[in-house]
Nanobody
Framework: QVQLVESGGGLVQAGGSLRLSCAAS????????MAWFGQAPGKQRELLAT???????DIADSVKGRFIISRDNAKNTTYLQMYNLKPEDTAVYYC??????????????WGQGTQVTVSS
């Protein structure tokens, strides 16, 4: 069974930084695109950043210049480095990955979410 587990969330003051991690584990045969989403209170889940297996990156305009996505293919892990955090970045952050499991089927998997709270 494949799982995505996020870590690194917490409470930070405006202007601060956080680094989120998301590790995929289980019977994994391949990992394609990995992504981070944010869901602020009362809002829809928003795509923030994606990274392909070959490190092709796309960042949402709302966080461009402040958030950096990366991955370690050997560890099946993606990271979201967040700088100059703002109160409006307060959200639950979810990672998503396209994974081929032991039945050779590609599926999208989601992590459980990690809370990021930015105080003013």
């Amino acid at each position: 069974q494949v799982q995505l587990v996020e870590s690194g969330g917490g409470l930070v003051q405006a202007g601060g930084s956080l680094r989120l991690s998301c590790a995929a584990s289980g019977a994994i045969f391949g990992v394609r695109t990995m992504a981070w989403f944010g869901q602020a209170p009362g809002k829809q889940r928003e795509l923030l950043a994606t990274i392909s297996r070959n490190d092709f990156i796309d960042i949402a305009d709302s966080v461009k210049g402040r958030f950096i996505i990366s991955r370690d293919n050997a560890k099946n892990t993606t990271y979201l480095q967040m700088y100059n955090l703002k109160p409006e970045d307060t959200a639950v952050y979810y990672c998503n990955a396209r994974i081929q499991s032991s039945d050779f089927v590609w599926r999208d998997y989601w992590g459980q979410g990690t809370q990021v709270t930015v105080s003013s």
